[in-house]
T-cell receptor
Framework: DAKTTQPPSMDCAEGRAANLPCNHSTISGNEYVYWYRQIHSQGPQYIIH???NNETNEMASLIITEDRKSSTLILPHATLRDTAVYYC?????????????FGGGTRLMVKP | GAGVSQSPSNKVTEKGKDVELRCDPI?????LYWYRQSLGQGLEFLIY????????KSGLPSDRFSAERTGGSVSTLTIQRTQQEDSAVYLC?????????????FGPGTRLTVT
């Protein structure tokens, strides 16, 4: 799987947009970018995924650069409950399972 | 709808005992995954099932670990002769298919403590 690089931690003010960057410069053509988050003591929660087009759902937006070497997860109006570790993962393309390799992630702290 | 469920939520066992951890995937999901997360560490992949078959067992840390899946649904992870280093949160996930377009959804985990 392509390696991802994320800042270890970020702060965000409550009510502001949280923009979490991820570099994946070795991504291959058919590899998807996935984002999960893990709130303390809970299982990882799926947020969003994309291939090359920008994606939006009720939780977040995913912006992928045209060369696909980096992406940004946007939480438009961060709340205190969004404090978590956010993982950016590149998933290899095969029909042999979608095993996700979790790195260190970004610890997002939303502050009042 | 119902998500992935795991039982028990917490398990305390004595070193040397066997334990069984259960995962109920989302209905209709053909792929099932087991991970574990030691305290303060990242997630470590253990095993993957497609239907009842486990084509990838590469992550199982030792021959004390085994897993099975029956009826294409429930899966059981068994740890024999538990050791203290087995203490971790064991997480199960399921996805609709086995391709990288199908998002795995995780359960709440089973916290295993070996004393």
């Amino acid at each position: 799987d392509a390696k991802t690089t994320q800042p270890p931690s970020m702060d965000c003010a409550e009510g502001r947009a949280a923009n979490l960057p991820c570099n994946h410069s070795t991504i291959s053509g058919n590899e998807y970018v996935y984002w999960y988050r893990q709130i303390h003591s809970q299982g990882p929660q799926y947020i969003i995924h994309g291939l090359k087009n920008n994606e939006t759902n009720e939780m977040a937006s995913l912006i992928i650069t045209e060369d696909r070497k980096s992406s940004t997860l946007i939480l438009p109006h961060a709340t205190l409950r969004d404090t978590a570790v956010y993982y950016c993962i590149v998933s290899k393309n095969n029909n042999a399972g979608n095993m996700l390799t979790f790195g260190g992630g970004t610890r997002l702290m939303v502050k009042p | 709808g119902a998500g992935v469920s795991q039982s028990p939520s917490n398990k305390v066992t004595e070193k040397g005992k066997d334990v069984e951890l259960r995962c109920d995937p989302i209905s209709g999901h053909t792929a099932l995954y087991w991970y574990r997360q030691s305290l303060g560490q990242g997630l470590e992949f253990l095993i993957y099932f497609q239907g009842n078959s486990a084509p990838d067992k590469s992550g199982l840390p030792s021959d004390r670990f085994s897993a099975e899946r029956t009826g294409g649904s429930v899966s059981t992870l068994t740890i024999q002769r538990t050791q203290q280093e087995d203490s971790a949160v064991y997480l199960c996930a399921s996805s609709l298919t086995n391709t990288n377009t199908a998002s795995p959804y995780f359960g709440p985990g089973t916290r295993l403590t070996v004393t």
